[in-house]
């Protein structure tokens, strides 16, 4: 399975952009690119998924990289309600969703 | 709004007692997940479900845990007998399509005492 790479944790001030990368080298043609976020006691909370083109919806935007190596989820203007554990995920073709230790975003107001 | 409903929210139980969790996934999600997430660390996939079919049970410790899906609907989860070492939280994904958003359940806390 295709690994994921994601800093620890990352600081944000309120309202402002924030910019989570994550570096996937060894990333396959047919692997999507997913991110989950997960806030305290509460399931993980699917936000946005794409293959090769940058893809934007009502929570966030994804960057992927042309060669696909790399993604960065972008938060146009992040809130308290923001704060969560941030997961980076390679799904294959078999649907397979694998977690890492993901990074862990603090948002000061 | 669908969710997938998991039951029961909280279970506490003695050490080598048997214990089970119940899923509801979203209608018409043929893919179902059930993860183990201990305090601290990202969820860890114990088997995957398409339809009733197992498509991976690699990492479900099998000597004492079972999954079944015998409709291709609802999902039972179970640890027989349980250790103090599950004690985590047990999370139950859904899927419409294999590449889509997986929608995740509140998931049930264990506590082995």
């Known amino acids: 399975d295709a690994k994921t790479t994601q800093p620890n944790s990352m600081e944000s001030n309120e309202e402002e952009p924030v910019h989570l990368p994550c570096n996937h080298s060894t990333i396959s043609g047919t692997d999507y690119i997913h991110w989950y976020r997960q806030l305290p006691s509460q399931g993980p909370e699917y936000v946005i998924h794409?293959?090769?083109s940058n893809v934007n919806n009502r929570m966030a935007s994804l960057a992927i990289a042309e060669d696909r190596k790399s993604s960065t989820l972008i938060l146009h203007r992040a809130t308290l309600r923001d704060a969560a554990v941030y997961y980076c995920i390679l799904r294959n073709q078999g649907g397979k969703l694998i977690f890492g230790q993901g990074t862990e975003l603090s948002v000061k107001p | 709004e669908a969710e997938v409903a998991q039951s029961p929210r909280y279970k506490i139980t003695e050490k080598s007692q048997a214990v089970a969790f119940w899923c509801d996934p979203i209608?018409?999600?043929?893919?179902l997940y059930w993860y183990r997430q201990i305090l601290g660390q990202g969820p860890e996939l114990l088997v995957q479900f398409q339809d009733e079919s197992v498509v991976d049970d690699s990492q479900l410790p099998k000597d004492r845990f079972s999954a079944e899906r015998l409709k291709g609907v609802d999902s039972t989860l179970k640890i027989q007998p349980a250790e103090l070492g599950d004690s985590a939280m047990y999370l139950c994904?859904?899927?419409?399509?294999?590449?889509?958003?997986?929608?995740f359940g509140q998931g049930t806390r264990l506590t082995v005492v």
């Open positions: 994904a859904s899927s419409e399509q294999l590449v889509t958003e997986a929608f």
């Open positions: 794409g293959l090769t």
């Open positions: 209608s018409g999600h043929a893919t």
